[in-house]
């Protein structure tokens, strides 16, 4: 099983979660403002974590950092999640929105917490040009969202088909190595 514990502020991380756990089949999408013990045990259980937090001020939603630090932190210890495999997923306003070091935020706590890095895959245009809208933001560190101009939509559907195949690129690694 996969978790993908996520704080949304104003639901674009929530919908990159669900199609993560959309392309990565038999996972659990998180939200970390409503955990409930159940959600603790399926974290402790599952053979890989995929954190998700927007990217707020150059790093994650201080709330998501509470999380990793207060809440989450204490599994260090006893290094509850070592070996497990991690993956991290952000997104914001700006085509930069300095995201990368959101994700390098992630993956500094996965690796201070034994756990082993998946990153995102997927090339898309202009190598390819006929996957326009994949991996827009070229990142490679995880999975990388810009949220859309449209507010009806939050996330335009190159970043859900990127998002889902990510979620297919863990179940692969699960799969492999989980």
């Known amino acids: 099983m996969i978790a993908i514990p996520y704080f949304s502020g104003a639901g674009h991380t929530a919908k990159l979660a669900q199609a993560i756990a959309d392309g990565a089949g038999h996972a659990r999408a998180i939200d970390i403002e409503a955990m409930s013990e159940a959600d603790w045990a399926a974290m402790d259980a599952a053979s890989a974590i995929v954190f ?58 996965a690796a201070q917490m034994g756990m082993i890095w998946v990153g995102q895959a997927e090339i898309g245009a202009p190598v390819f040009p006929e996957r326009a ?44 190595w989980g």
């Open 52 to 109: 998700g937090a927007p990217t707020y001020m150059g790093s994650v939603a201080a709330r998501y950092s509470a999380f990793l630090e207060d809440a989450a932190g204490p599994r260090w210890m006893e290094l509850a999640w070592a070996d497990k495999l991690a993956g991290g997923f952000t997104v914001a306003s700006h085509g930069s929105g300095d995201k990368g070091v959101a994700l390098q935020r992630l993956n500094t706590f």
């Open 133 to 176: 809208g994949i991996n827009t933001d070229g990142s490679w560190l995880g999975l990388m969202a810009t949220s859309s101009r449209d507010k009806s939509d939050l996330i335009a559907p190159g970043y859900l088909d990127t998002a889902y195949r990510y979620g297919a690129r863990i179940a692969g690694a699960v799969a492999r």
